[in-house]
């Protein structure tokens, strides 16, 4: 059996979308796997993922659980493979003789300039214990894999959703640059402020965010709680 294991979802996180638009292909796909729900976030303090109590206490909740019944010859698939349970379940199902295989989508390494976990300095010897857990890591980009420096690492691209939209090939052209990210120091957001002021009166700087924010700069307009539409 495979399990796909959600991470816990905040609105503005990109994870929910992946992982629902992963959920569907397999189903389409006539895969047999069992869903294990994610923990919807009601906040997130600074705006950094895995500084809150509900985001740990649901990895080792999850944790608990799926060792009653995940069995020999199971697999178990992580939307969020950069988590502090997963040397758990390879030490415990090692000790129990479960051959279990992992799997996991990494999102960021810590490398990438600007990574909230760097600061830490047990990060990069960590990421390299969850790099020998996994039987495969994802990523998006060729850049990412390339500071992860790990040899089981497979460039996927970006799952992107059917109704995404379209180019609009014949209506008034616009220099727009949206910076969508959340507003918080592992995003590198001096960096958009830094093109917003030099590009001044050449283009338009947005910031889009579910709360309000100072960005520092008049060069950048914030739309908060935006819909589809807007």
């Keep these: 059996m495979i399990y796909f294991i959600r991470a816990p979802q905040y609105i503005g996180r990109p994870e929910k979308n992946i992982a629902d638009w992963i959920v569907q292909d397999w189903k389409n796909r006539g895969y047999p796997f069992l869903e294990v729900a994610g923990v919807d976030l009601k906040e997130m303090r600074g705006g950094v993922f895995y500084d809150t109590e509900d985001s740990v206490l649901n990895y080792m909740q999850k944790f608990v659980d799926l060792l009653n019944v995940v069995r020999d010859g199971d697999k178990l698939f992580f939307i969020e493979g950069w988590n502090v349970s997963i040397p758990l379940y390879k030490l415990l199902f090692d000790y129990l003789g479960r051959n279990v295989k992992m799997y996991g989508i990494f999102h960021s390494a810590i490398d990438v300039p600007g ?5 830490f300095p047990w990060a990069r010897p960590f990421e390299e214990v969850l790099g020998r857990c996994f039987e495969k890591i ?20 970006l799952p992107l959703p059917k109704d995404i939209g379209s180019v609009n090939t014949e209506g008034e052209r616009k220099k727009i640059v949206i910076f969508s990210h959340r507003w918080y120091k592992d995003k590198r957001p001096e960096v958009f402020v830094r093109l917003a002021d030099y590009f001044k009166g050449k283009a338009e700087f947005w910031l889009l965010t579910p709360k309000k924010v100072d ?16």
């Design 138 to 157: 994802f990523v998006a980009t060729n850049y990412i894999r390339e500071k992860i420096k790990l040899d089981n690492v497979v460039v996927t691209g």
């Design 115 to 119: 990574e909230f976990l760097t600061q």
């Design 215 to 230: 960005t520092g700069s008049s060069n950048i307009k914030v739309l908060v709680n935006h819909s589809r539409e807007e």
